[in-house]
């Protein structure tokens, strides 16, 4: 693959609701780099299986994501614990996974041409897409200060989920994410811990600005 030379390019591995999200909007808003949420991509794929099962095929799936449009990712629907947990599921299998490389690798190497760089989150960033990262960060939080972050994040979308169910997924979502075979999620030795358990979103993004800052000479 071609990739554009003297860009910006920020890896960022995180358990789910660790605030990687935010983290990474805020970095992409402030160095101008085009941003991609990768497990938009599993969860639009995961919902294709909600969807209808029998249509889906390894060939019905590479056709989606050859079509695949941004905008497609920023659907509503993508949010709930349904999608997520399908999205864990079918994140397991590695033909799936393969399908999905090309198109991150693309965005993360090949931004549009008005960004200076590109930044990515997912769980197989750091250690497989963009393994030569300008950054590499590794965001997480407790396990409890993410239920109660995400399980507030329902209640503002209206989803009918408790505290307790939304502590349980997640819990059951980090031990597939960390222990399946392919593309496990797991701190790289040169990757930056970020733990924002007790950190606000602006005391986090300070912390990260600092060291990109640094390196930058900004
Ligand atoms: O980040 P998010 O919670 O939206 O991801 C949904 C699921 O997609 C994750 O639980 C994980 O199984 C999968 N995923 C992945 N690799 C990525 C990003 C997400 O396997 N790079």
Redesign the pocket.
Known sequence: MKKRKNIITVAIDSP?AAGAGTQAKLIAKNYNLFYLD???I??YIGKLKLEDEKKFTYKFIKKKINNLKMIYLKNKSLLSNEV?VS??KI?KDKKIRNIVHKFQQNCAYNPPKRYSGSVLD????TTIQVKDAMFKFYITASVEVRAKRRFEEYQKLNKNISYTEVLKSLKK?DK??KQRKY?PLKKTKDSILINTSKLSKKASFKKIKAIMDKKLKY
């Open positions: 789910a990768t497990g938009k599993y969860r997520a999205a864990s994140a997912g769980r197989d960033i979502r597939s994410d593309g």
